[in-house]
């Protein structure tokens, strides 16, 4: 692991620069917890944290920066759609992912999720609707939407990613429509379509008018025009795989059709990644199923790993930890690290053990994990709220992540503590804001290097990104881990959920008889010691995390 050292050093002046020592919170007193034991609520059954070989499963290490194209960056004054739902002036583009991929490289990412970018709205159409310009009812799924770009644009994208070590995926929407869709594919293969749609309940709905939804009972003509989208932009245009919008409306044997066909065209294609190797494109396939965990078992993964899908966003682990750091858009919260083990083992209880759950903070469908803090009316430790999301993110969850383009600087809607209609937004769609990538505020640069830093110790060691998790002392002030990986370091996660310093003592055990503790983490000024027993001690501050690397050990 190189680049061990060079973080190790590099820590104390990056801590002074941040200066993110949660000050903002007046401690009432000390409080001290022994940290002592592994607790049973854990049991790293899921793929990510059952990793032996000491090999990185780059699966599970895939660090995705989302973009809602529509929103988010202008790259072409020509193309825009000029509207849309949220706040953003909706002019973004293609050109403006590319221009923003220095950008997304330096946070530390290695793949980007572009929400749909196929053609929308009709070719007459002058006035585009909002929804049109989402992207999430296409018109053509062999066309690249005129009003992001074209076809050498999205090549261009594609290979410019691919250069900086970015892996591309694409959003595939492929249980609803338009109703004017092109049905008949390049091949031949003609698509199915039916008024009776499918939700998240598993129940069936109406669709929108001008709409339509995939009737998969067809005897497979549907399936076959579906492989061929998703083939189609594997073999033309290289891309890594696809995050399958609403993917309960794709019965779960055929989204396990569909991983095969992409799994089957990325073995047939190569590109030249950013270290001049020759590589075939990734192949991951992730669900968005909005849901519970067991209808996302039931829909996404099926019982075993010949299902279905082996990866779906992690909705069951997200709503703990927004409840437990601000609240969840329902206003439900609870400020303790027994929600978070609660997520945790709502996981290993309803999801299979082959699932690789990504998880997110936000996404395009959320608020702000910032919004949030606002409805809950804590704006007086928003920077350390924050910080703790981001810290969670980075560090205790082993399998890939996601990140929401804005998330990392602590991006919000100004003044929108509730569901302010007033202002022209809904919950459902107020994150759509403009992207930022340079001239940042004090406050956002503060965020944007600690979570650099944060995903770039995530990069170089596969204890965090495919390590084993030991759930260690959780309390209603306390959230603790310890992470390991066959041939790395071993990592310890603390999280102060309180207004109160904590002075933590980690047994010699538990820190498998390391002889030495570094202390990763903003708070670097108060350093790891001994006491005369050899265990060890440090105190955390209100509101604050700290992140421990461990790198000698004695034998038992």
Excluded at 281 to 309: F, H, Q, R
Excluded at 380 to 396: D, G, K, M, Q, W
Excluded at 406 to 426: A, F, L, W
Aim: aromatic share 10%; net charge negative; hydrophobic share 35%.
């Amino acid at each position: 692991m190189k680049l061990k050292t060079t973080l190790k050093l590099s820590l104390s002046s990056l801590c002074s620069a941040l200066i993110l020592c949660s000050c903002a919170s007046a401690a009432k007193g000390v409080d001290e917890v022994t940290v002592d034991s592994v607790s049973s609520q854990w049991n790293n059954y899921f793929r990510a944290y059952n990793n032996n070989t000491g090999v990185v499963d780059p699966l599970a290490d895939l660090r995705i920066y989302q973009v809602m194209v529509e929103s988010f960056q202008n790259g072409d004054d020509s193309i825009n759609y000029n509207t849309g739902y949220g706040p953003s002036d909706h002019k973004g583009d293609l050109q403006g992912v590319i221009n923003a991929i220095p950008y997304i490289k330096s946070l530390g990412m290695n793949a980007i999720w572009l929400t749909p970018i196929f053609e929308s709205a009709p070719e007459n159409d002058t006035n585009p609707s909002m929804l049109d310009a989402t992207g999430y009812f296409t018109r053509d799924y062999y066309k690249v939407d005129r009003r992001f770009g074209d076809e050498n644009k999205l090549k261009e994208l594609v290979d410019t990613a691919h250069k900086n070590g970015l892996y591309v995926f694409l959003d595939g929407v492929f249980g609803h429509f338009r109703s004017d869709l092109n049905n008949t594919s390049p091949k031949g293969n003609k698509l199915s379509m039916t008024d009776k749609c499918l939700g998240s309940n598993l129940m069936p709905y109406k669709p929108l008018e001008n709409t339509a939804c995939t009737d998969f009972n067809d005897g497979g003509k549907s399936l076959e025009y579906f492989k061929e989208v998703a083939a189609y932009y594997v073999e033309n245009f290289k891309i890594d795989g696809w995050r399958l919008d609403q993917a309960y409306q794709v019965p779960v044997d055929k989204l396990h059709i569909l991983k095969n066909t992409v799994e089957n065209a990325s073995k047939n294609v190569t590109y030249t990644n950013a270290k001049g190797e020759n590589v075939h494109p990734l192949a991951y396939m992730v669900a968005e199923i909005w849901s519970s965990n067991p209808i996302i078992a039931k829909t996404a993964y099926g019982k075993t790993k010949n299902d279905g899908l082996d990866s779906a966003f992690d909705f069951g682990m997200r709503y703990p930890i927004v409840q437990a750091l601000a609240t969840e858009e329902w206003m439900k919260h609870d400020h303790s690290g027994y929600r978070i083990a609660e997520g945790l083992a709502y996981n290993e209880n309803n999801l299979p053990r082959h699932a690789l759950p990504n998880l997110m903070i936000t996404n395009h469908d959320l608020l702000r994990f910032g919004d949030l803090i606002q409805r809950a009316g804590l704006q007086s430790t928003y920077n350390e709220r924050v910080i703790l999301a981001l810290s969670y993110l980075a560090i205790v969850h082993s399998g890939p992540i996601t990140n929401y383009y804005g998330e990392e600087i602590g991006q919000e809607v100004p003044n929108y503590d509730k569901r302010v209609e007033i202002m022209g937004y809904m919950d459902d769609h107020v994150s759509r804001d403009n992207g930022k990538i340079k001239d940042f505020t004090e406050q956002e640069s503060k965020f944007k290097d600690l979570f650099t830093y944060l995903m770039k110790v995530r990069a170089s060691h596969g204890s965090l990104s495919n390590g084993k998790m030991d759930l260690l002392k959780v309390n209603r002030d306390l959230f603790s881990v310890r992470k390991t990986f066959k041939g790395d370091d071993d990592f310890f996660y603390f999280m102060n959920l309180s207004s109160d310093t904590l002075k933590i003592t980690l047994t010699k055990e538990i820190a498998n008889n390391a002889t030495d503790l570094t202390r990763l983490s903003p708070d670097a000024n108060v350093q790891v010691s001994k006491d005369k027993d050899g265990n060890f001690e440090f105190t955390l501050a209100p509101l604050s995390f700290a992140l421990i690397q461990s790198g000698l050990h004695t034998q038992n």
